[in-house]
């Protein structure tokens, strides 16, 4: 056995959860609280964020601990998905907007947001229904089956409107049919199926705004004070950065606040200001820690649903970094999209450490489960 083998096997035994996952997830969320801090000058999220951290710390040894085996129950997976899909169905009808988006029940000081249950709700569902139906995977009809599930999901965020969210959705369906056997063939009827939805997106379903800031995103220093402006600050922060940065709260286009929401959907680009390319390194290490974990325990797992599950959880994760690392280096036009562990907010950074809590506790308990499993593995199942 490797010796990054033993030391993930002798830390995933030990009493409160496995460590490999735990320990690089709580350092990520200490360096987000660390960047969004403000030393004192202002407001600070930073107190709020570290409350969540304690929440959510105790969750996952909460998840890890107990047998969240019934997780592979049909029932129990189809009323997370009818629960989470009601939720945003209710948000169009009561919630007030926020920056002219119905995303968020507020509750007082807390804010809830449906999209994140919904995430580990598709996850389960879409883990469910490969797990069997993998072997059967070339009949077309499986893919439309799945990608219904997925799409009424998108089409509810899509209506908030939350763009960065329905791409977060869409590509973490794509990924999990991708990891499934997908054929090449059906790939390329996928591939022109999204060019045909997303030319309808264009020209009916996108708010102005939104095909302002892609126009943008081709060309933001064409309108630096208007559209682009967000895209050409975040671009500016990364790049002052240099080698080794301006140093911990020393960040200007952050603490000065050229940098719009660099707490939440600019946090690594506000990172990477005043960790430089040395910090950034970092943090990259620390994600390929997490995820090469994952990957190893998906690749272990007892039963097909744990397998996708937990490559659900990967794909998820990875997708929302992708997204917000490229939308900060102006790879991406800005969508609103979060970095886990590190973005300001409470729920998302619970559904995180759910997730990996979810993971260690099938991992761990399905040891003795057969992959194997009985026609009850369907959806629709008894």
Do not use: C
Not at 318 to 340: D, E, F, N, Y
Not at 354 to 371: C, F, K, M
């Amino acid at each position: 056995m490797r010796p990054i083998q033993k030391v993930a096997r002798f830390f995933s035994a030990t009493p409160g959860g496995d460590w490999t996952l735990f320990f690089p997830a709580v350092t990520l969320s200490l360096l987000g609280i660390l960047t969004m801090s403000t030393f004192g000058q202002g407001t600070s999220l930073a107190p709020r964020q570290l409350l969540w951290l304690g929440i959510a710390a105790v969750l996952y040894l909460g998840l890890s601990t107990i047998d969240m085996s019934f997780m592979r129950r049909t029932s129990i997976v189809m009323a997370l998905y009818l629960v989470s899909a009601t939720l945003l169905g209710m948000l169009l009808l009561f919630a007030h907007p926020v920056m002219g988006a119905r995303a968020w029940f507020s509750l007082g000081v807390i804010s809830f947001q449906p999209a994140d249950l919904a995430k580990l709700a598709l996850i389960a569902l879409l883990a469910k229904y490969l797990s069997r139906r993998y072997v059967e995977i070339g009949d077309f009809r499986h893919i439309i089956v799945s990608g219904a599930y997925a799409l009424t999901l998108m089409l509810l965020i899509l209506v908030e409107p939350d763009m960065g969210n329905a791409i977060i959705f869409g590509t973490l369906w794509l990924g999990m049919m991708l990891v499934s056997g997908i054929s090449k063939k059906h790939l390329a009827v996928l591939g022109l199926i999204g060019l045909v939805v997303a030319s309808v997106l264009w020209f009916e379903g996108l708010k102005p705004y939104q095909r302002t800031r892609i126009i943008s995103f081709v060309n933001p220093a064409s309108d630096i004070r208007g559209s682009g402006y967000n895209a050409y600050q975040a671009k500016i922060a990364v790049g002052s950065g240099e080698l080794f940065g301006k140093g911990i709260g020393y960040g200007t286009q952050s603490k000065l606040r050229f940098l719009p929401e660099y707490q939440t959907d600019f946090v690594f680009a506000a990172f990477a200001e005043e960790w430089g390319f040395a910090g950034v390194t970092l943090l990259l290490a620390l994600y390929a820690l997490l995820f090469a974990r994952l990957a190893q325990i998906a690749r272990a797992a007892a039963t097909n649903f744990d397998a996708f599950f937990t490559l659900g959880v990967l794909i998820l994760l990875a997708a929302h970094v992708a997204i917000h690392t490229s939308i900060s280096l102006g790879l991406l036009p800005v969508t609103g999209t979060t970095i886990p562990f590190m973005s300001s907010g409470g729920s998302h950074l619970v559904l995180e450490f759910a997730a990996l809590g979810i993971v260690t506790s099938l991992a761990r308990h399905g040891r003795g489960a057969s992959r194997d499993l009985s026609a009850n593995e369907y959806v629709g199942g008894s």
